[in-house]
């Protein structure tokens, strides 16, 4: 399976408005980090939007409620500001799930070692699928070359 497939199953899912959406939800984010009081801003994340929903994750049950309980106006504001006519939602999600720390630097591969590259060559051979056999000779000579 080849790029070109693969991007052309993407195009064929996404939805017409993908780009615009993806533009605007920084835009909405910063909305919110502007608006929610202070200890609240920090505690708060868009996680999507689409044609039926806004969600948005609160790091705490307590912001999460503190989040319902201004639900209508924070929907109302969303409304006015940026033309969002979709019903707001809130979800519980920690910090350690929204926000994932990067590694450091990451370690340099092992070298694989000659024969293990000779047997994948070899066995390449009795695979009887043209498309994966050319892959796996593929990874054969690039692991030769690295």
């Excluded at 497939?5 to 909305?31: A, H």
């Excluded at 202070?38 to 994340?45: D, E, G, I, L, S």
């Excluded at 979800?91 to 591969?109: C, E, F, N």
């Excluded at 056999?133 to 070359?145: E, G, P, T, V, Y």
Aim: neutral net charge; proline residues 7%; charged residues 25%.
């Amino acid at each position: 399976m080849g790029a070109s497939r693969i991007g052309k199953l993407c195009r064929s899912i996404l939805p017409p408005d993908f780009e615009q959406v993806k533009s605007r939800l920084p835009q909405i984010q910063t909305f919110l980090e502007e608006n929610l009081p202070a200890p609240v801003n920090r505690a708060v994340t868009l996680l999507t939007l689409n044609r039926d929903e806004i969600v948005i994750a609160a790091n705490s049950p307590l912001v999460a409620n503190y989040l319902r309980l201004h639900g209508k106006e924070i929907q109302q504001q969303l409304r006015e500001t940026f033309g969002l006519e979709q019903i707001l939602k809130i979800r519980t999600i920690p910090d350690s799930m929204l926000k994932l720390d990067l590694p450091g630097a990451l370690r340099q591969p092992g070298q694989v070692n000659p024969e293990s590259i000779e047997a994948l060559q070899r066995n390449a051979q009795w695979i009887e699928d043209e498309d994966l056999r050319a892959a796996i000779l593929s990874l054969a000579d690039s692991l030769k070359s690295g």
